[in-house]
């Protein structure tokens, strides 16, 4: 079956930049997904890139898709404290079903 | 434009009662599903519905979940009787089919307690 995995952790200082991996086994993914979660909230869509795309840029948020690698990233430049929560990457195949991996937990520093 | 909106937002029970949450989706997405989110993991789907039709149950654990989407909008989880092991947060999504990208959009969970 798909899956997604994810570094658990990373920690950054404020004002850098940051970037979160994440690999996929599914070759059939349309859509690819970035979401927030705060502690105690539900998921935040940060950002999305269509499966035939390479990159996409939306203000501090740039997403990269090596497809031949099933390779996404996500950096966040100038990194705020406000940032720190938990990142999930998803995959969205033919049937429309999300599968996550475990999140990356961002940790920002002042 | 509301989002998906989830009710009750916690609930602590005792094991083997029953237990319900609530969903509303955003108007006109047909597609809704319900995720079960563990503590430390990423969501995980338990079923899908087209319309009133649940088209993917394949993950719901139907000796004691069931789930219902009376006229295609609002839908209803339950489990009955809950275990400790249910503990978790589960969480609505609504899509417009065949849509993609921005239509996905989750509620803000249901925070499930079994003690």
């Known amino acids: 079956g798909e899956d997604v995995e994810q570094s658990l952790f990373l920690s950054v200082r404020e004002g850098d930049s940051s970037v979160i991996n994440c690999t996929y086994t599914?070759?059939?993914?349309?859509?690819l997904y970035w979401y927030k979660q705060e502690p105690g909230a539900g998921l935040q869509l940060l950002t999305y890139?269509?499966?035939?795309?390479d990159m996409k840029q939306d203000q501090r948020l740039t997403v990269l898709l090596n497809k031949k690698d099933k390779h996404l990233s996500l950096r966040i430049a100038d990194t705020q404290t406000g940032d720190s929560a938990i990142y999930f990457c998803?995959?969205?195949?033919?049937?429309?079903?999300?599968?996550f991996g475990k999140g990356t937990m961002l940790l920002v520093s002042p | 434009e509301a989002g998906v909106v989830q009710s009750p937002r916690y609930k602590i029970i005792e094991k083997k009662q029953p237990v319900a949450f609530w969903c509303n989706p955003i108007?006109?997405?047909?597609?809704l599903y319900w995720y079960r989110q563990n503590l430390g993991q990423g969501p995980e789907l338990l079923i899908r519905?087209?319309?009133?039709?649940?088209?993917?149950d394949s993950q719901l654990p139907k000796d004691r979940f069931s789930a219902e989407r009376l006229k295609g909008v609002d839908s209803t989880l339950k489990i009955q009787p809950a275990e400790l092991g249910d503990s978790a947060v589960y969480l609505c999504a609504s899509s417009s089919s065949p849509g993609g990208g921005r239509s996905y959009t989750f509620g803000s969970g249901t925070r499930l307690t079994v003690v």
């Open positions: 599914d070759s059939s993914s349309t859509y």
């Open positions: 998803a995959e969205r195949s033919g049937y429309s079903t999300l599968t």
């Open positions: 519905y087209e319309n009133e039709e649940a088209v993917d």
């Open positions: 890139i269509f499966s035939n795309m």
């Open positions: 108007s006109g997405h047909n597609t």
